[in-house]
């Protein structure tokens, strides 16, 4: 699990600045994935040996110094209930403002790790004096940087990895399926959880999310726990579409990132809608067993086609992800809430299988025989060799005589003979080609 970082400060302090600078070009924007990552409100880095997820909280750009203040606030809180580290950045040029010391005050009592970053820093003897003065926000000690610059990121990023949570054998050997209840706010998503706790009576406990503040809630089923980590309770009240929208996905990240599987919660009577992909897309790209669950399927007025035209525009607005399972229930009413349950078992096995080498061969040969491998300028792809290399999700490897030739499109219909054979239903699958030269 990776851990979280997020990044808080006053507008025009260098926060983009800064994400862009750690990101890179790391960055992955995947093609058929819509909006997600292309909002950079997050990315995935690794430094060093280091992976983690870098979340930048949200510019602010308002009329008055009372909005600034409540909106960094707000930022704060999103921070502090899904970081495991924060980043709280200041600027040398504009210095000590009173916005920052409201803000620290809160950074300050939250139990989390907070690291004070000072930007602008071109040069660090001209500004080190103005630096010292940010000790009076009593957060600890400034780390002078220049994001433009990129000076002092190597040793800021050392000073957040000494904070990063450390693995402990419980963590580690936690076999309960996880589930993430994400999607848009007033889906339905605490009234599932409730509805599936309520039914059942045999809660375990509640306990405090153990990276997160996300309320992690086991629950048995026909003698088999499960823990839902909730990301409704998290919800602030914000007035702006735009920062209900980035919260949205902002704790989503923070949810999928601990989850086996993510069932992403869908209004039935507002329909399917571009902000419903990108928080489906936080999951896909972490390649995480998925169902979508459409809600408040007992208030549509329904026909023998209407499941059909509901799955066809599902399907139509998801098209990166076919391979995702759809169940339509009623949280409200319970409908099919129990089949849930058997669905996710499906799915946790799929996102968990191994394919013998042997048997995965025949299959990959036998879909080569089928449909040529792509050729170019008389040079045609050849496959010597498929082999599988990590479950959750299922990962493969092709070995190849030249990955140029290896299109998308056909890999892309390598990974449906694959499914034909396997199933594979509700998770993700991975490809990785990899040059041989002949005769090795």
């Known amino acids: 699990m990776k851990p979280i970082v997020a990044i808080v400060g006053r507008p025009n302090v260098g926060k983009s ?4 600078a750690i990101a890179k070009e790391r960055i992955s924007i995947v093609q058929d994935t819509p909006g997600v990552t292309r909002d950079r409100i997050y990315a995935d880095v690794s430094w060093l040996n280091l992976a983690f997820t870098l979340i930048d909280t949200g510019g602010i750009e308002p009329e008055s110094k009372d909005i600034i203040l409540s909106q960094m606030r707000e930022q704060a809180q999103i921070a502090i209930d899904t970081a495991d580290v924060i980043l709280f950045l200041a600027d040398v040029r504009q210095g000590l403002v009173d916005a920052d010391f409201k803000v620290a005050d809160m950074l300050r009592r939250a139990a989390k790790p907070v690291l004070l970053v000072v930007n602008k820093v071109d040069n660090f003897d001209k500004f080190m004096a103005d630096v010292y003065e940010f000790y009076n926000l009593g957060i600890g000690d400034p780390i002078p940087i220049s994001s433009a610059s990129r000076l002092g990121l190597g040793d800021m990023l050392e000073e957040v990895a000494k904070h990063f949570p450390k693995e402990t054998p419980e963590e580690t050997e936690d076999e309960r399926p996880k589930v993430a209840i994400i999607g848009k706010p007033n889906v339905g998503k605490s009234s599932m959880v409730n509805r599936l706790l309520g039914e059942e009576r045999l809660i375990v406990s509640d306990i405090a999310g153990t990276t997160r503040d996300a309320i992690d809630t086991p629950v048995k089923y026909h003698g088999r726990e499960y823990v839902f980590i909730d990301t409704a309770g998290l919800r602030r009240k914000s007035k702006i579409k735009e ?3 980035r919260f949205s996905i902002i704790r989503a990240v923070a949810a999928v990132e601990r989850a086996d599987v993510a069932v992403i919660v869908i209004d039935a009577l507002e329909g399917i809608t571009e902000q419903d992909a990108k928080i489906a897309g936080i999951a896909h790209e972490r390649g995480k067993g998925i169902l979508i669950a459409v809600n408040k399927w007992d208030a549509i007025e329904k026909n023998d086609k ?31 809430l129990q089949n849930l349950y058997d669905m996710i078992d499906v799915v946790i096995a799929n996102n968990a299988m191994r394919i013998a080498t042997g048997v995965l061969n025949e299959i990959v040969m036998e879909a080569t025989a089928v449909q040529q491998p792509p050729s170019d300028k008389g040079k045609r792809l050849r496959i010597y060799y ?3 290399v990590a479950v959750k999700p299922p990962t493969f490897v092709l070995f190849v005589n030249n990955k140029e030739l290896a299109h998308f499109s056909y890999i892309r219909y390598l990974e ?13 699958l991975k490809f990785f080609v990899r040059e041989r030269k002949e005769g090795k």
Do not use: C, D, W
């Open 243 to 245: 920062e209900i929208e």
């Open 17 to 20: 600045t800064l994400f862009n």
């Open 416 to 428: 449906n003979r694959i499914r034909e054979a396997f199933g594979f239903r509700g998770t993700a």
């Open 306 to 336: 209407t499941v059909k035209e509901y799955t066809h525009k599902i399907r139509e607005i998801l098209a990166f992800m076919p391979y995702a399972e759809i169940i339509f229930l009623s949280a409200k009413s319970g409908q099919r």
């Open 386 to 388: 498929a082999t599988q």
